[in-house]
């Protein structure tokens, strides 16, 4: 078992573009979570999965987010006509389910909108 | 709302020192706490955990004690190494069902020798 992986770890893009970000859970998780870090502060819930099904928005989703996880498996996460707000590290974590479910973070893609 | 509230850093002490992270919470019912770190280029990892009151979570010499009458869960380590200075996060897991974290903003950690 390697982990929670994701890719890219780096990304740098002009504003307005489209950027597209991939994590791989741990295998037998069917929990999945993404969180968005900004510089000096702690991770913030955006949305999560139980197996293939969307559960959760939270409202810092703006309609320019959309996540997927087809299959129940990875995870896409896709910004559309980023804004330099969008600047941030994104973080995976998966979990099994359950309240003594430990989560597993990945290390992160840090985006830079220029 | 649900919150984490935990001290500003950075805290700078010098190696074998005594550490007390500070960390309040605000949630309703009774959450799950954590503390996870952060070392340089890398993904957030669990550090310890206390799931119930009165609850002390333990690992690599950290301890946090889930005090419920003054909401909070103080981390706290008897000598620190250079080796343990990071970014430490306080977090909360909510008793819904979607177990999302809710994290304190951080404090960073310096340990000279």
């Known amino acids: 078992d390697t982990g929670v992986s994701q890719d890219p770890r780096h990304k740098i893009t002009k504003r307005g573009q489209n950027v597209t970000f991939r994590c791989d859970p741990i295998?037998?998780?069917?929990?999945l979570y993404w969180y968005r870090q900004t510089l000096g502060q702690g991770p913030e819930f955006l949305t999560y999965?139980?197996?293939?099904?969307?559960?959760?928005k939270s409202r810092l989703l703006s309609d320019r987010f959309s996540a997927e996880r087809p299959k129940g498996s990875f995870s896409t996460l896709e910004i559309q006509r980023t804004e330099q707000g969008d600047s941030a590290m994104y973080l995976c974590?998966?979990?099994?389910?359950?309240?003594?479910?430990?989560?597993?973070f990945g290390q992160g893609t840090r985006l830079t909108v220029v | 709302g649900d919150s984490v509230t935990q001290m500003e850093g950075p805290v700078t002490l010098s190696e074998e020192a005594f550490l007390t992270i500070n960390c309040t919470y605000t949630?309703?019912?009774?959450?799950?706490l954590f503390w996870y770190v952060q070392y340089p280029g890398e993904g957030l990892q669990l550090l310890l955990k206390?799931?119930?009151?009165?609850d002390k979570g333990s690992n690599k010499g950290f301890e946090a004690t889930y005090r419920k009458e003054t909401t909070s869960f103080h981390l706290e380590k008897g000598s620190v190494q250079v080796s343990d200075s990071a970014v430490y996060f306080c977090?909360?897991?909510?008793?819904?069902?979607?177990?999302?974290?809710?994290f304190g903003s951080g404090t960073r950690l310096l340990v000279r020798p």
């Open positions: 974590a998966s979990s099994l389910t359950g309240v003594r479910a430990e989560a597993f």
């Open positions: 295998s037998e998780h069917n929990r």
């Open positions: 949630a309703t019912g009774y959450p799950s």
């Open positions: 206390a799931t119930k009151a009165d």
């Open positions: 977090a909360l897991s909510l008793m819904d069902s979607s177990y999302k974290l809710i």
């Open positions: 999965f139980q197996n293939e099904a969307q559960l959760e």
